[in-house]
């Protein structure tokens, strides 16, 4: 089947969801009245954040269930990117430490880009040998990286931290990186999947021309794959851009080497029966999920879609 | 899968051209995953508490967890959290990528639906912790309000059930758009055949897009479930286990028992112990989903 | 009470009194030394008559959890490399849960932090897995006087079974009633002197009782209170306590007469003590009664916001928690704190906890880490520290200036500093296998604070403690 047919026949997809089943005023107003509860569900936490955020984190509690903000400042804001004095922020009820906002954002957007990268690359061209190359023993291979998603996450910090400091790496961003670099097993489990259910005749005739298996998987297989591979990026990019435990373990020593979810774990409880600045953590939040977002808002359509556009079969 | 082609293919074999393309991974995976995992194996027959030198004590371990009640514990609390999660999560998940493909075709939704993803979990466990608290929870203070009866979120019996919503709400939009791809990918010949056939909503939905979707949903099962056995995160920031083990699941139990108690030899077994039964799972999940494959094919 | 130290001191008896004035002298010395010639203040004031130390250079780190104690640290750091050029300190702050992975994992790596504020709950497996350094040779090689520089007993906290002394006490906190003078106002209830039996809870149950307003207004002490609905709790409960029940039920159970074990270190654990049962009886009666939160229902949002957020009229806790209840003060939150009440022994009783510096035993330049430690255990680091108003210090004369600055801040501490003066504090249960007996105690707490159990249970739970060390 070539593209162009693959093209029509996904429009008519679309149409499909338009025209094909007729719906009655009842079914109308269930769809629309459910959807409407799942996007207030989902995005009333999220306004509850902002709402925390702008608040005074001292005072927050002597209002605990206003739906505005208590005592309205930027003060959250201004601590989570590192611009209040210190004297300000404990006086607002935040945290006395610091936060090099430049630093560890930079950081954070060189181990996420890099890692993306490289991990998506590499596990795309593992996924090829799974799904479209034939050889014995290739089910088994691929068998192990699903046995790689379950070993508990949790054990494995402990001897990789050992082996990254054996490597002198402890405190780099090369550190941090390292264990994902070359693969991430979701992401060679979601792009096989995609490339088992991709048309082998195009590649059949490739192979039958001439073309080494290096050149169809870069001129063939990869543009086909394009938002499959996008949006596997972006899935990746999140998860790197959110953790946490890993670079607090390899990397908190240093400024240098501070990604920006371990500099903002300032905000996060200081004492043991203390409760966190909860403006400052708020706002910390949200300015980290702000790249994310805009990447959402400018690419929306091309991320988004390219999840819808089969990001399985 | 019938593929002449492919069938021809099968005689020659590609495994020094795959070479290349699977050596990093292979290599990532063996020195980050199996040789970290094969040593975990091996200190869970001994007895360390990594300032010393491992000492092997056989099989103590593993009789040692058949007896404890709090291992027995954690499997059926990881089971209860499991199966409210991945059950809600994904009845949810595919309702929501159904509306969506009937009613809306705004990228803005299948934003909005995916915004929670972006926030970490230890973010979403502090905001639905307050949201929810018995006291202070803008829950119970609209419920006040109303005069219905306050509801506590976290005793010892609605505990689970709680985080395991929580983390509903991180991942159904997650969830829900893999659901949705599929979906994307049905025929609309099968749809305009139910059409004529006069099929209503729910039946085209039974009898069409359900089967149909089989492979998807097997493939977004392996992927949530093996995530949802090692939930950790949210139970660390809310109940760190309690009350009287109600939350403490298979993560929560290797943590305290590794680094709280620094018994990193039962620890071991008791992970070990997991991913013996996640591969059992993840295995005959894949089967399903290969069994499946035909399903869609073109 | 601006002297209460000096109090405490005077009454431990003569030889004792000499030696600390002779200490005073020192410091005195010390510190106009400072003054002048900071260059000259190290070793004039603790090592001068000791054999001259390996010159100590290089840099350090120093690891602390509490942000709010931050400025004053690194104001320490400065001053501490003004007077050794050659040593600089680079000071890491991370928040309470991960300060411990970042230390466990330092541990596990070799390259750690240099030196670390430690906590009693844990120094004893670090003492049992040769974590960290014991001091005694740099103590007498320096001539550093443990013994009587600090408040009495916190040195001994940090004394292992066999005799080593392993840091210099930093600081100490006692516990104390956080309450709400709008709403004690309000109901007209006099905090000053409560006392407390385990048998009705005496005026400090009636206070409570008094201080419970449920949705209707009534009072819990009133015909009809309806304890299904209450709005405002007397009292609040935070978390169980596990085994030490440091802020929760330690203070009421000392006052009744008992003892966690016989002493630091000892494995003979009393949790089948009628004296602690019916204490605990007592305190799960108040959740029974509506006065105080189920177990259930206080998960979630800590104790200090609850209290701010007038959904509690008062709550036990540290001296450690000042700084943040108080500057939550609002129009519906004016904090204050009373003494815990007096109890069937005709005393207060406080749990008696204190900070210390330790030092990795993986430390690369443990000269220099020891000379950082010791500088924090002077007078010098510590006067710096009680101007911050944000703990006590260890140093008598320390505590006193920290009194001062609280009260120049509006807060007056008595109700902590009371312990001191009365001397009715006991010391923090110091044990080895500490998480060990958490496991246990723990859900044991849990289920009888859930009413899952009858306290009577916890015999149970003391054989299970106490089998671990057989």
């Known amino acids: ?313 | ?298 | 009470m601006h002297n209460f130290t000096a109090v405490g001191v005077r009454e431990a008896g003569s030889w004792l009194e000499t030696e600390n004035i002779k200490q005073r002298k020192k410091m005195k010395v010390f510190k106009r030394a400072v003054a002048i010639a900071a260059v000259l203040a190290l070793p004039l004031g603790l090592s001068a008559c000791a054999p001259a130390a390996p010159a100590a250079e290089g840099t350090i780190s120093y690891g602390l959890w509490d942000s709010n104690q931050l400025p004053a640290y690194k104001q320490c750091a400065a001053d501490f490399h003004k007077a050794n050029p050659k040593i600089t300190v680079n000071i890491e702050q991370v928040g309470w849960d991960d300060y411990w992975k970042k230390v466990n994992a330092g541990f596990v790596s070799g390259d750690g932090y240099d030196v670390f504020t430690s906590h009693l709950a844990f120094y004893p497996e670090f003492v049992n897995n040769g974590n960290i350094l014991a001091l005694d040779d740099y103590i007498k090689r320096d001539n550093v006087d443990v013994a009587n520089t600090y408040q009495p007993g916190l040195a001994s906290l940090w004394t292992s079974p066999d005799g080593k002394q392993y840091g210099l006490p930093k600081d100490f906190d006692t516990i104390a009633l956080f309450y709400n003078k709008k709403l004690t106002d309000a109901a007209g209830v006099d905090m000053s002197n409560l006392d407390w039996n385990p048998t009705d809870g005496g005026t400090y149950e009636k206070a409570i009782a008094h201080l419970t307003v449920d949705k209707n207004g009534k009072r819990g002490d009133e015909a009809g209170f309806d304890k299904a609905h209450v709005k405002t709790y007397g009292i609040w409960m935070e978390g169980t306590g596990g085994g030490d029940g440091q802020t929760q039920w330690s203070f009421l159970a000392a006052a009744n007469g008992w003892k966690v074990n016989d002493g630091p270190w000892d494995t003979n654990y009393h949790y089948d003590d009628p004296k602690f049962q019916e204490t605990i009886k007592w305190w799960h009666s108040l959740s029974e009664k509506g006065y105080m939160p189920t177990f259930a229902q206080q998960n979630g949002v800590g104790w200090s916001d609850q209290l701010a957020a007038g959904k509690v009229a008062m709550a036990s806790n540290g001296s450690w928690m000042t700084g943040s209840v108080f500057g939550a003060k609002s129009d519906k939150f004016e904090p204050a704190l009373a003494p815990t009440p007096v109890g069937p022994t005709g005393k207060r009783a406080s749990m008696y906890n204190g900070l210390a510096d330790n030092i990795s035993a993986s430390s690369k330049n443990p000269e220099a880490a020891w000379q950082w430690v010791k500088y924090l255990g002077s007078a010098a680091c510590q006067d710096v520290v009680a101007a911050a108003a944000v703990v006590f210090p260890a140093i008598p004369e320390a505590t006193d200036k920290a009194v001062a600055a609280m009260q120049a801040k509006g807060v007056d501490v008595s109700a902590f500093s009371v312990h001191i003066t009365d001397k009715t504090t006991f010391l923090f249960p110091i044990a080895d296998k500490k998480s060990k007996i958490n496991d246990i105690m723990n859900p044991a707490m849990e289920a009888v604070m859930s009413g899952k159990a009858d306290v009577s249970s916890l015999t149970a739970a003391n054989d299970a403690v106490k089998a671990l060390f057989k």
């Not at chain 1, 005023?25 to 009245?33: A, V």
């Not at chain 2, 954690?74 to 059950?87: F, P, S």
């Open chain 2, 1 to 298: 899968m019938a593929n002449p082609v492919v069938a021809k293919r099968k005689r020659k074999s590609d495994f020094l051209t795959a070479l290349p393309f699977m050596g990093p991974a292979l290599i990532g995976l063996s020195v980050f995953v199996l040789i970290p995992g094969i040593r975990g194996i091996y200190l869970s027959f001994t007895e360390y508490n990594i300032f010393r030198a491992p000492k092997f004590i056989g099989l103590d371990n593993y009789t040692r967890m058949i007896a404890d009640p709090v291992f027995w514990n954690a499997l059926w609390v990881t089971l209860e959290y499991v199966i409210i999660n991945i059950g809600i999560q994904t009845v949810l998940a595919l309702f929501i990528a159904v509306l969506m493909q009937r009613y809306t075709r705004s990228t803005v939704i299948r934003g909005i639906i995916l915004l929670p993803y972006l926030f970490s979990n230890v973010i979403v466990a502090l905001v639905w912790y307050w949201l929810t608290d018995y006291n202070l929870g803008l829950i119970n203070s609209v419920l006040d309000f109303f005069s219905i009866d306050k509801f506590t979120f976290f005793s010892d019996v609605t505990a689970m059930p709680t985080i395991a919503l929580i983390n509903v709400w991180r991942h159904v939009g997650y969830t829900a758009l893999l659901i949705f791809a599929g979906l994307q990918a049905i025929p609309k010949d099968v749809y305009d055949a139910a059409a004529v056939d006069g099929a209503g909503e729910w039946r085209t939905f039974r009898s069409i897009t359900l089967p149909l979707l089989r492979p998807v949903l097997a493939f977004v099962m392996v992927i949530t479930v093996t995530g949802s056995f090692q939930i950790f995160d949210t139970i660390a920031v809310t109940t760190k286990g309690g009350p009287i083990h109600a939350t403490e699941t298979f993560s929560i139990l290797i943590s305290k028992t590794a680094w709280g108690n620094n018994e990193f030899g039962y620890a071991s077994a008791i992970s070990v112990a997991l991913m013996v039964m996640l591969s059992i799972i993840a295995f005959a999940q894949t089967k399903l989903l290969s069994a499946n494959q035909s399903d869609m094919d073109r």
């Open chain 1, 1 to 313: 089947m070539s593209d162009k047919i693959q093209t029509k026949r996904q429009s008519r997809n679309q149409e499909a969801s338009e025209s094909t089943i007729k719906r009655s005023l009842g079914s109308k107003i269930f769809g629309y009245g459910s959807l409407t509860i799942i996007v207030l569900v989902t995005l009333f936490p999220v306004y509850w954040m902002l709402r925390t955020a702008l608040s005074t984190s001292k005072t927050l509690f002597s209002d605990p269930t206003s739906l505005m903000p208590v005592n309205f400042t930027m003060g959250g804001f201004a601590r989570a990117l590192g611009l209040s004095t210190n004297a300000q922020a404990l006086a607002e009820g935040g945290s006395g430490a610091s936060v090099n906002f430049s630093l560890y954002f930079m950081n954070s957007v060189i181990v996420c880009v890099i890692l993306t990268v490289c991990q998506v690359a590499f596990s795309a061209a593992a996924a090829y040998a799974f799904s479209i190359l034939k050889f014995k023993g290739r089910d088994a291979i691929f068998f192990l990286f699903v046995i790689a998603l379950t070993v508990p996450g949790i054990f494995l910090v402990l001897p990789n931290f050992l082996l990254i400091r054996e490597l002198h790496l402890v405190n780099s961003l090369f550190g941090i990186m390292l264990p994902g670099l070359l693969m991430a097993p979701f992401a060679i489990f979601f792009l096989r999947q995609f490339f088992l259910g991709t048309n082998l005749s195009i590649v059949e005739a490739a192979v039958i021309d001439g073309a080494n298996h290096f050149r169809i998987f870069r001129q063939i297989v990869i543009p086909i794959a394009w938002p499959q591979i996008i949006t596997l990026a972006i899935l990746q990019f999140i998860g790197a851009w959110n953790d946490y435990l890993w670079p607090f373990y390899v990397g908190s020593g240093k400024p240098e080497s501070t990604v920006l979810t371990v500099g903002l774990g300032v905000f996060k409880s200081q004492t043991p029966q203390g409760s966190p600045d909860w403006s400052g953590l708020m706002a910390a939040a949200l300015i980290a999920a702000i790249p994310m977002i805009l990447l959402m808002i400018f690419a929306g359509k091309k991320i988004v879609g390219s999840i819808q556009a089969s990001a399985v079969k």
